[in-house]
C-alpha cells in the first residue's frame, strides 16, 4: 500500500494547486486523522482543532514532502504529535493511560494506524463493488446488533431459509473483489515492508 499511485497521484496534483485533489486527500485521510484523535481519547471539538492543525500543516509540508507515498504516515504521525500538543496544553498532567506503551516507537504506532486505515479503506471499496442486495444483507446482519432473520426476510422479501446461503454467497463474492483479491495478494508482511 505504500507506493499506492493513487497518493503519489493526488500529493502530486494538490502540490500543483488542483483543488479536487486537495479535497480528496482531505476526504480519503480525515477518517484516519479521525481514529488516531479517538485513540487518544479526544474530545469532538480537540478533534475538530487537532483535524484543522494537521492539515493546516499539510499545506505548508507538502511542497517539500520528499516522498508522496508516505503521506499516509506523515499524517497519522502529524497527528499524533498534535494530540500530544493538545493533551500536555491542555493539563498539567501528563497522560499516562494513552495507548502507546513508553518502550514502543512512535513511528511504530503512526504505521500500525495507518495499516488499519488503509485495511478499512480496502474493505470499504470492496463492499461497494458487491451489488446493492448483498450489501443491504450484509449491512443488516453487520448492524449491532443483528437484524433478526425475520426482519431481514421482511425486508428483502426472501424466505428465512435462504438468507444463510445468501450471506455465504455475497461474503464470496466480497472475498472475490479485485480490492480485497490484491490485499491477500500482497499478503500482511509486504505492507509493512519499508
Not at 500543516?57 to 502529524?78: C, F, K, M, Q
Not at 497527528?79 to 511504530?108: K, M
Amino acid at each position: 500500500m505504500r507506493d499506492d499511485p493513487t497518493v503519489v497521484d493526488l500529493v502530486t496534483r494538490a502540490r500543483d494547486g488542483e483543488k479536487n485533489a486537495w479535497d480528496e486527500l482531505v476526504e480519503r485521510y480525515a477518517p484516519l486523522v479521525y481514529s488516531v484523535c479517538r485513540r487518544c481519547r479526544l474530545a469532538q471539538p480537540d478533534i475538530d482543532d487537532v483535524g484543522q492543525s494537521v492539515w493546516l500543516r499539510l499545506v505548508e509540508h507538502l511542497p517539500g514532502l520528499r516522498e508522496p507515498a508516505a503521506l499516509p504516515g506523515w499524517i497519522a504521525t502529524t497527528t499524533q504529535r498534535e494530540c500530544f500538543r493538545l493533551i500536555r496544553a491542555t493539563s498539567r498532567v501528563e497522560p499516562v493511560d494513552f495507548v502507546q506503551a513508553p518502550d514502543v516507537p512512535e513511528q511504530a504506532i503512526a504505521e500500525e494506524e495507518v495499516l488499519r486505515h488503509e485495511r478499512k479503506t480496502i474493505l470499504r471499496t470492496a463492499f461497494a463493488e458487491l451489488s446493492r442486495r448483498c450489501q443491504v444483507l450484509l449491512g443488516l446482519l453487520m448492524q449491532d446488533p443483528p437484524a433478526p432473520y425475520d426482519e431481514i426476510s421482511r425486508r428483502l422479501q426472501v424466505p428465512i431459509g435462504s438468507i444463510g446461503p445468501s450471506r455465504a454467497r455475497c461474503l464470496t463474492r466480497l472475498r472475490q473483489t479485485p480490492a480485497l483479491a490484491r490485499l491477500a495478494a500482497d499478503g500482511p508482511d509486504d505492507r509493512t515492508r519499508g
